[in-house]
C-alpha cells in the first residue's frame, strides 16, 4: 500500500492524460485529490502540512506563470512591430526547409536559452516562436518538449550539477568537474543524434510523402551539428567548467549550422515544408516590416545577455535575486515549506521588460505593449486551473518526509524500493530514476537534489562507480524535462493547445523512454 501510495504521483497523472485522454485541467486536478487523500489516510501527513503544501505549490505555479506570460508578450509585442515577419524572412533567406529550422530553433537557440536562464524559459519563448514562424502547432510543442533535455544537465549556469548534487556529501569541486565532463562523454554517443532524432520525429509525425528519403537525406548535416555541439561541449568541460556548458556549445553549434547552410554544405536539395501551417497568419500593425534582420533579433539577443548579465556578475546578481522578493517563508508556521520567487531574477520579468523596451527598440507605441499584454493574459489565463493542482501535487510529493508516522518521503521510498529489487541491472535504471524525478517535479536541479545522494550511496553499496552513476542521473534528470507536466503545459499553453496535453505527452513518451535507455546502454559500455 505504501509503494502504491507513493506511485500516486506517477501513475494517475499518466493513467488520466495519456490513457483516458483527459484534459490536464481535470486530470491533474483529480490526481492531486488522489494524492491528497493518500498522504492524509496511509502516508500520515497531517491536514495543516498539506495545507501549506498545496499554497507553496499554488506560488511555484505562480512563478512559472509569470515566464510564460513573458514569453507571449514579447511574442506578440513582436507580432505587432512586424519583427516576426523580418525574423521569418531571415530564416527563409538561410534555409527554408522546416527540417534545418527545427533543428536551429528548438535544439540550438533552446540549448542557448537553458544555458543562460532555464526554468522552463527555452519552451516558452522557442515554443512561441516556432509557431509564430509557420510551424503548426503540435509540431513546435513536440519538438521544443524533446529538444529541451540535452542541454538541461548544464542548465541555468551549471544549477542542475553545482546546486542540484550539492546534497550529496564529500563531492569536491574537483568531483563536480569530473561528473561534468563524464556527462558530456556520454553525451557524445547520445546528444549527437539529438539533431537526427527531432528530425525523425518531425518528418515520421508529419510528413506526407517519402518519409524515410526525407530523413536519409537530412542525417550527414544533422549528424554533424550533434557532433559540433556534443564535441565543443566536452571541451568546453574540460576546459571552463560545467557553468558555460549550455552557453559555448549550442553558440558553436548556431555557428557551424550557420556557416553550412550558407556553404549548401551537406544541405539537401529537396525543401521539406510538410509541417507548415498554413493557416498561420502573422499580423503586423507597424510598417516596419522592412527593419533590418539585427534590429528584429535584438529583443532576443537582450534577453540572452539579460539573463546571463544577472547569473554571472555578482552584484547583479545579488540585487535581482534581493531587490523585490516575493518569496513565501515558514508557510503556514513550517520552517521546511517555503517558496522562492526572487522578481527580478525571474526569466519573466526579464522578458516583459525586454518588450516594453521593444517600444523603443523597434520604434513602436505603448498601445502595441498595452495590446501585446493584454492578449498574452488571455492567452494565459487558463492554464492557471492547470498548474495550480499540478505543483500543489508536486509539493505534497516532495514535503512526504514531513509526517507523523515516520516514513520517508515518497520519492526516497520509490528510489530505495527499486534499489533494493533491481540492483544488479542498476546502471540501466539510474537515468529512469533522475527520469522520474524531473517529471515530478518539473526540474532536473530538484530531481538531482531529490535522488543525487540515493543513487551515490545505491552505486557504493553495489560497488558502482559514483561518477558514472551521478551522471546517469544528470542525465536522465535532462530526459525528464521532455514529459514534465507543467513543462508540457507551459508548451502546449504558448503555442494555442490548452487542453491537448496528453497528445502531446504520447507523442514524446517513446522518444523519452528510448534516450534513457540508450543512456544506460553507454553507461554500461563505459563501466
Known sequence: MLLFTALIAVVFPLLFLVILKMPAKKGMALSYVILFLGAYFIWGMELKVLAASSLQGIHKALTILLILLGAMVLLNMLKNTGAITRLNKGFKALSEDMRILAIILAFLFGALLEGVSGFGAPVAVVGALMVALEFQPLTAAILVLIANSTPVPFGAVGTPIFVGLSNVSGLSTQDYGSIATLITKLDIFLGTFMPLLLVVVLVLSFGKKNKIKSILEMAPWSILIGLVYTLSAYLYAELVGPEFVSILAPITGLFAATMTCKMKFLIPKHIWIEALDEEAKVEIESSESDMSLFRAWVPYILVVLVLLTTRIFPVIKNFTTSAIDLSWKNIMGFEQIS?????????????????????????????????????????????????????????????????????????????????????????????????????????????????????????????????????????????GHIICVNVVVAACTVVGLSGKEGIVIRKVFVPSVLYSLGIGVVAFAFS
Open 339 to 479: 517558496g522562492k520567487w526572487p522578481l527580478l531574477y525571474s526569466p519573466g520579468t526579464v522578458l516583459i521588460l525586454i518588450a516594453f523596451l521593444t517600444i523603443f527598440l523597434q520604434k513602436s507605441n505603448y498601445n502595441s505593449f498595452k495590446r501585446a499584454c493584454l492578449t498574452s493574459f488571455g492567452q494565459v489565463k487558463n492554464t492557471t486551473l492547470i498548474l495550480f493542482p499540478t505543483l500543489a501535487l508536486v509539493q505534497i510529493f516532495s514535503n512526504s518526509w514531513i509526517n507523523g508516522l515516520g516514513y520517508a518521503s515518497m520519492p526516497q521510498y520509490i528510489a530505495t524500493t527499486m534499489s533494493s529489487s533491481f540492483a544488479e541491472s542498476w546502471i540501466f535504471i539510474a537515468p529512469f530514476i533522475g527520469m522520474l524525478g524531473t517529471f515530478i517535479s518539473g526540474s532536473g536541479t530538484v530531481s538531482n537534489l531529490t535522488f543525487g545522494a540515493i543513487q551515490h550511496d545505491v552505486a557504493n553499496i553495489i560497488n558502482l562507480n559514483p561518477t558514472l552513476i551521478l551522471a546517469e542521473q544528470t542525465l536522465g534528470a535532462g530526459v
